[in-house]
């Protein structure tokens, strides 16, 4: 898995609480070089070509170590962690452990041959702590750049020279390069007679960007499902409407018709001579039908 890289813990200059001091003299140092000599041996040179092409004083570098690690574009190094087995099966006194801990042990041993592009500046077995690991920390470079130093600092460039080439975002260089590295690592258990067994949780560890990308594409599909609901229940709603449509203009004149009958009732009626009655077969108080809003005949 990725480590964070704290070089003065893997090198034991302080003692965490999670190990037991009387168990370190049985760690390993395969090599513990100071950050900045292993910066200088890499890239003094480059750093001198693309000074002497400057003209301009502010674009000359003066630390390209304290540039990077200032910087956003490159991490100074690298650390990966790699563990076989757990304190349960492999617990670090146990013959098990011993036996996880040559595996590590060779392991280790061909990894700059089979990295070339990542100087090792600091790699240490740990048998101090429940279960033996090993840290490795390196910096990646590149050479014959044609931007900035000519050879400079740069993960992608330098797992690409390897032969890792990417793919999709899922796919990069990176990714490519852990599951050869792991395909090594199965390959030595192997030899000391280990099975190796994928529970399927590495990559997490591997790569927590992608697996935060993945949550993100898990919670973005929740809401899609949420977003069709929606527009379906929209849908529906705008069906209904559109079939209620006929009925509410049917109400609508049936009340303007409405309105207009009663306007109609109370108009002035024409002048009649004097002394006679109204014409009309009604004209004796006869009942006269008016329909209601219930249909019951009512007399006035």
């Known amino acids: 898995m990725v480590g964070h890289g704290s070089v003065n813990h893997n090198s034991r200059a302080f003692n965490a609480k999670n190990t037991d001091p009387e168990r370190s003299h049985l760690n390993i140092t395969y090599c513990q070089e100071n950050i900045k000599a292993a910066y200088h041996e890499l890239f003094d040179e480059a750093l001198e070509r693309y000074n002497a092409k400057q003209t301009r004083a502010d674009r000359r570098i003066e630390d390209y170590y304290e540039k ?88 992608k460039q330098a797992l690409a020279a390897q032969g890792f080439q990417g793919g999709t975002r899922g796919d990069t260089e990176w990714s490519q390069w852990v599951r050869s590295e792991k395909e090594q690592l199965s390959l030595v258990m192997e030899r000391h007679g280990i099975e190796w067994e994928d529970k399927g949780t590495h990559d997490k560890h591997l790569s927590v960007l992608d697996y935060k990308k993945e949550q993100r594409a898990k919670e973005i599909a929740v809401l899609e499902t949420v977003k069709a609901e929606k527009e379906n229940q929209v849908e529906s709603q705008e069906r209904r409407l559109k079939e209620l449509a006929p009925a509410v203009k049917n109400m609508e004149r049936l009340a303007a018709d409405f ?38 005949a009512r007399e006035i």
């Open 68 to 155: 990077i690690r200032s910087g956003k574009q490159e991490k100074p190094f690298h650390e990966i962690i790699l563990q076989v087995g757990n304190r349960d099966d492999m617990s670090a006194d146990s013959e098990e452990g011993q036996l996880a801990a040559a595996v590590l042990d060779e392991y280790m041993k061909g990894f700059q041959e089979r990295n070339p592009q990542l100087r090792v500046f600091s790699a240490h077995l740990h048998m101090d702590e429940a279960t033996p690991h090993l840290h490795i920390d390196f910096v990646p470079f590149t050479t014959g750049s044609k931007r900035g130093l000519d050879t400079r600092v740069s993960l």
């Open 259 to 296: 309105s207009g009958a009663g306007n109609a009732g109370n108009r002035p009626g024409l002048p009649r001579e004097k002394g006679k009655a109204p014409a009309g077969p009604n004209r004796q108080g006869a009942a006269l039908p008016v329909s209601g809003l219930c249909g019951v």
